[in-house]
């Protein structure tokens, strides 16, 4: 029997909290897994950033990024690092970088999804550029915006075409604000979307893998009241809706972590945001369900690396278009995505795995975040975040709501 060892990266920025928890649940796991006749360990390591030649071997199995959508050393290094040297990552950089929400609405439309009406509209200005002015005398159509408004219907929404962060976002009611809202949004390049209203249920699905969290989200409260502590009580067969449709979209893109936002209206479900490959993670979001987030990530991670898990070389597309392209009801059309998804996911593989070497992960988990390790993360988290004063208040909200989910959960 060899001895081996997988090494997981973390490639991080602004985070603090979640770090620290997976490093620390992992190291109190102590795993030895044999596979295959290896005895395999793991360690963790922080990716650090720096020169490097593109020959270069990484020692890293399975890294787990936060900065390609905004980084690009680190993301042109981890394609290095998967072409070269056959690193698992998620998520799927390429993917990452091309796929952002637009050609989400348009792939998802074309796989059948409700996607409220949507129109794109050239940007209102531009930065200079030698051949702009010619491009547009020669072929921008004028075009009349009330009339576009009418087409769209109130409300609306006016938003970025790749937006994230609520940047740019705005609720349009009239032709006027319409308007002045369009006039302001300056260089963006700007989609306008039929509003889902009214809607009974906002609900944000986290998945991780193939592990999909469904949470009701309100998106007028406060930061750290957005993510509520319930999940809706959303009816079984919803819930099993929301789940594939999370997972459809996150095995088309190749994204192993990301979150989609959908509205509930009349008892149907209409995606509006699921584009978010790189989820929040952090202890100030996510409170409740924080715990929930270090066991999916560890999880998914360690079966990447036990298992040499192999990166996609493509997304391939073709075999949901075949779906798509049948008379089947909807329904049963995303039964197929989902089916599709959960291959592309190894579901069977990894529950076994998680069976058969994770069964002490919700011991260790529970046992840990009663410590004062937990404790001083959250607090190292609300002390980044918060002003002096005020970091007492919020480090015991958030401890209150994870000891809230110990008591929900206890194994
Ligand atoms: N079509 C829509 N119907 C109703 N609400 C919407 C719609 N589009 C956006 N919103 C609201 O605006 C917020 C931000 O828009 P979203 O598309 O999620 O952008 P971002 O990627 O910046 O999060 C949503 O969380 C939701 O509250
Ligand atoms: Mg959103």
Redesign the pocket.
Known sequence: MADVRRVIGLSLGADLCWPICYEEVLDRLDLNVEIEGDSIRFDVERVTIEPFYLRQPVRYDVVIDRLTHWYGTSREWIKKAILMDGLYVFNNPWSIQSNE?HTSYCAMMRLGMPI?TTWMVPPKSYDSRADLDITLERYARMFDLAELGEKVGYPM?I?PYD?????G?SRIGTADDLQRLYDESGTYLMHL?????P?DL?IRCVGLGPQVRVVRYD?GAALHDRYTTDDGAVPDDQRQHLVDTTLTINSFFGWDFNSC?A?RQDDAWFP??FA?PCPDSQVTSLHYHFPWLIAANLRWSLFCAATRRPMRPNLDWQPYFDIADTDAPYEEKLKGYAAIARDRLQTDAFEAFCAEHLSHLDQVLWDFFGTDTAHDAVRLKVGAMYPDHEVDEYTEKFWSRIQQWRQDSAP
């Open positions: 929400k409220p929404y938003k937006g994230g962060g609520w940047a976002v979307q039929q509003a889902v209203d809607h906002f998106p936002e509205l509006i945001d978010n």
